[in-house]
């Protein structure tokens, strides 16, 4: 929203993916077409992250000393999610993007019978945070990375963190975001929905305007048990984390 600040529509997944990255920097600068006033010139890819992990999807390891290698001067910023609310939301997102089938319990995908079929994709890997941002500190010193929590700041006071992230860019931290209170890319799809674009794949762009009028969308649950399992898991990795940074969230389910 800020007028100094352009970013691409969509995620540009040039640094994690190799086959992206072998088109080069001609074609990656190209994709930024920036209007006059614009101070700062950004992507948003949140893949990138996870720099040494090797997945699926041509996810390739070693982001960090790519990006470092073309902008080794550029500003990070990354904002930090509860790891057990962003375990369970990508584990969601494989079941509403079509990558598993539609009936996929979010039990087995996550801890169970499926997980194999989510590990390529970093669905538990993704949230250890500290590792990932180690790879990061390798490159980039600790004043151009912005780091928040999105549930203890971010969902506190968003207009002071996108004060602080204005000051952090270089472009005016007055400016009055009208519009900040919008949720994007919320999902739309019905669980008819999810089965017929699964396996009738044809039909997925007519189902997709169908589901957006009037589905009713589909949001697989997760157990208890599982939620706990998961607490267990991330609160060694919390401590490492929050070690690292000097700073906690204490919202956070496995902190």
Do not use: D, L
């Given at each position: 929203m800020h007028p100094q600040i352009h970013l691409p529509p969509h995620e540009l997944h040039f640094f994690d993916k190799s086959k992206r990255f072998s088109l080069g920097r001609d074609w990656y600068e190209a994709q930024f077409a920036p209007a006059p006033g614009v101070r700062a010139v950004g992507e948003k890819t949140p893949d990138y992250l996870w720099s040494e992990g090797r997945g699926g999807e041509d996810h390739t390891p070693g982001i960090a000393a790519r990006i470092h290698g073309l902008y080794p001067d550029l500003r990070l910023i990354c904002v930090l999610r509860d790891p057990v609310s962003r375990a369970v939301s990508a584990a969601r997102h494989l079941i509403q993007t079509g990558r598993v089938a539609p009936d996929t319990r979010l039990d087995d995908l996550l801890l169970g019978t499926k997980a194999a079929l989510a590990a390529p994709h970093g669905v538990l890997e993704q949230g250890c945070y500290a590792r990932h941002l180690e790879a990061y500190q390798a490159y980039f010193p600790v004043e151009r990375m912005r780091l928040i929590f999105y549930e203890d700041e971010l969902s506190v006071d968003p207009l002071r963190v996108l004060r602080e992230v204005s000051a952090f860019l270089g472009v005016d931290d007055d400016y009055r975001f009208a519009h900040w209170r919008h949720r994007a890319n919320e999902h739309t799809g019905s669980r008819l929905g999810l089965r017929l674009s699964y396996h009738v794949p044809l039909l997925r762009p007519w189902v997709r305007r169908l589901d957006r009028r009037w589905g009713r969308p589909?949001?697989?649950?997760?157990?208890e048990a599982t939620l706990a399992r998961l607490r267990t898991f991330y609160g060694p990795e919390n401590v490492r984390l929050f070690d690292l940074l000097g700073r906690s969230a204490p919202?956070?389910?496995?902190?």
């Open positions: 589909y949001r697989p649950r997760v157990s919202s956070w389910q496995g902190g």
